[in-house]
Structure formats: C-alpha cells, structure tokens
C-alpha cells in the first residue's frame, strides 16, 4: 500500500478558507472509500468527511456541516477537502485516510482506525 499524501495546509486567520488535498495511489483511490480526519492536541480524532465512492454519498462531522466540503479529481486521483469559514476549533492536523470496499463501508462516526490507510498529516492553524 501506498501512503497517501496530504498538502495544502497552513495558517489561516479566522473566517478564511483553505483547501486540502490528498492524492492517493490509483490502486486505492478505485477500490477504497476515502475519508479525512482530524486530531487537535489533547484530542480524539475524529472524522471530517467521508465518501461512499460505491453511490457518491458523502458524509460530514456534525462540527463541519455547512462549511466543509468534499470533491474529487478522479484524472489526478485527489480527494479534496474545501474548508471555508474556518474557525479556531478546527485547529488540528488533517490526515486523509482510506479503507479497502471489501471490508464494507462503516459510519464516519465510527472508529476512526476501521480506515487502514493513512497519510502523515498535515496541520492546520486557525487564528482568531
């Protein structure tokens, strides 16, 4: 398996926008459902996004409904995190993550190790 890379990241003041990108091996990016995560300090981790790649569906944290949003790029094969009206509690290093279809598709509010394939990370900073 091939670590998916995250990038992207970076310092923002509060109420801007970023956008995360994570590209994935083409092995994975066909046969896995794809997920972001993140982990602030002191913190669980816990699940940003996911996509249901088997009908399209995609799924997000109830603290990011609304201002985060998922896309793709199957031509790069790049799942993309749009982060708008950014806050100082999403603060956290973002990692994206995948999980093989065979093993079926779990909720996002799931453990977050269901998911076997991680980037490193890549950390966000929000000031107020």
């Known amino acids: 398996q091939v670590r998916p890379v995250e990038s992207g990241g970076g310092s923002v003041l509060a109420g801007e926008s970023l956008t995360l990108s994570c590209e994935f091996s083409?092995?994975?990016?066909?046969?896995?459902?794809m997920a972001w995560f993140r982990q602030a300090p002191r913190k669980e981790r816990e699940g940003v996004a996911a996509i249901n790649t088997d009908d399209g569906s995609v799924y997000y944290g109830d603290s990011v409904k609304g201002r985060f949003a998922v896309s793709q790029d199957n031509a790069k094969n790049t799942l993309y995190l749009q982060m708008a009206n950014l806050k100082p509690d999403d603060t956290a290093m973002y990692y994206c993550?995948?999980?093989?279809?065979?093993?079926?598709?779990?909720?996002?509010?799931?453990?977050?190790?269901?998911?076997?394939?991680w980037g490193r990370g890549i950390q966000v900073t929000v000031s107020s």
């Open positions: 993550a995948a999980r093989q279809k065979t093993l079926g598709w779990v909720r996002l509010d799931a453990d977050p190790y269901e998911y076997h394939v």
């Open positions: 083409k092995y994975i990016y066909n046969n896995y459902y």
